[in-house]
């Protein structure tokens, strides 16, 4: 459903000269028929590039909206609405807004900050109509969407949330994205140094079977350190696909709301600079779970390297992540496929499109998002 402007507040009207002259990237307007929009906010975030829509500001961008190349989704046309400011007036080439106010009969009393007020009211989510009470925390919200959830968290907007009443708990699900390379990192190299010293030693044995074992050589530390890097894209995979999307049953309560904390409010609002890496409390609980494990199975030498090359790969996971919403990779370069990719799994494919760091796994896994066809 788009959002419209209340029908107790007038449009505001916008000459084609006034229109025109916002095309930079402080200030950047585009047209959808005679709706006009403010799109400054989304230059970052758009999977072409901003450069894209700094060509069309001021322009029309129907024909972009329907393709080729790119069918817009029915979530990227309501994403839009979002930054909906007024109409243009095409009779007009008079820059004055007041005399296009006049002309529209919009009552003169109503004063500039005023119509802002209004305009910044109906660019967010309509607290009126939407399912839950945007101005309460929405943590224990959620599961009383039932049925509705999954529709609901499918659909994006742009703007934070915030998910507990206690501030506390609230600051720890938040991480900026640089905590994650100031942790882990230095475990990395201190792990990594430590492994070699200790296949350097020469105890540490692969066994074939009980009876036959090869000796692990310290020359060998670099390759398995990237087979655990390798290994760590298949279990983001399947993290992805069989935790954070798993479809809670519309009748329990806590499952929905726990799936809204681990990934729902993700998708509901994908451009949550705070939340677009895990908090380094909630990974060093999954990462101690997967070291547990490795050395349940494996010797101490050779499951740590298996290890530290996957701890190396989830860092690289999640500075890949955050640049996919926030970067802008250059046309046609591996990170800029990777972005349009998975800003397709956000807003028109959340039952596929899996991979974070590499489409690999889709492929076998038969999740890959499939080409347009026009």
Known sequence: MNKKMSPSVSPRFFSEKEVSKHCTKDSCWVLLGTRVYDVTGFLRMHPGGEALILRRSGKDISREIEGPPHRHSDNARRWMEQYYIGELDRDSTDE?????????????STTEEEETS???????????TDLVDWRKPLAWQVGYLREKYDTWVHQPVD????LFENDFFEANTKTSWYMVPIVWMPIVIYLSWYCY?????????????????ILVHKYSFPFIFMLGMFLWSFVEYCIHRFVFHMRPPAHNYYLITLHFLLHGQHHKSPFDGSRLVFPPSLA?????????????????????????GGMCGYVVYDMIHYYLHY??????????????????HHFEHQRAGFGITT?????????VIPEQTF
């Open 96 to 108: 004055n807004t007041e005399t296009l106010r006049l002309r529209k009969k919009i009552p003169e």
């Open 197 to 213: 010293t200790l296949l350097a030693q020469e105890t540490t044995r692969l066994f074939i079977t009980s009876d036959y074992s």
């Open 118 to 128: 209004a305009i910044n009211k109906c660019s967010k989510v309509d607290e009126e």
């Open 327 to 344: 970067g802008s990779p250059q046309k046609d370069s591996y990170l800029y496929g990777l972005k349009a990719y998975h800003v397709k």
């Open 159 to 162: 703007r934070p949330i915030r």
């Open 284 to 308: 060093a609980i999954a990462a101690g779970v997967f070291y547990l494990i490795l050395m349940q199975v494996m010797s101490e030498g050779l499951g740590t390297s298996l290890f530290v």
């Open 359 to 367: 489409r690999f796994w889709d492929h076998p896994f038969n999740t």
